[in-house]
């Protein structure tokens, strides 16, 4: 979330995320150059935690990474809320809620599937 609060990485991503809307070679960089890797490396923290019994079996990677990029991209683009660590915290913290194993409680969860990808 940091790049995006600081200059020029939230006004460049907002700026690409509306020209995206209407040129399908940005959309199309976008998609394979920023989005489809920070997807492939959450993809695979959350295969380990379901590896390792930390998040539930079964989890949709796909479903699981929007539910998490999401909101943070809401923020960067209509710009109504924070975009701040206390936010990373309470997103990460309500989302392992819902994806950790059951009876392993958020807190569980090893260091290394927080804050994997900028």
Known sequence: M??????PGGPLMRALAA???SDPEIARALREQWLA???AVTA??????????????GLDPA???????????????FTHEPL???FADRLLEQALAG??????????????SERTVQ
């Open 84 to 86: 701040d660590e206390a």
């Open 63 to 77: 479903v699981t990474i929007d539910l998490l990029f999401a909101p943070v991209y809401y923020r960067l683009l």
């Open 99 to 112: 994806i950790a194993a059951p009876g392993n409680s958020q807190g569980q969860v090893r260091a290394d």
């Open 19 to 21: 020209d995206a809307q």
């Open 44 to 57: 695979e923290v959350l295969r380990r935690g379901v590896e390792r019994g930390e998040l539930r079996p």
């Open 37 to 39: 890797p920070r997807r």
């Open 2 to 7: 940091r790049l995006f609060r600081e200059e």
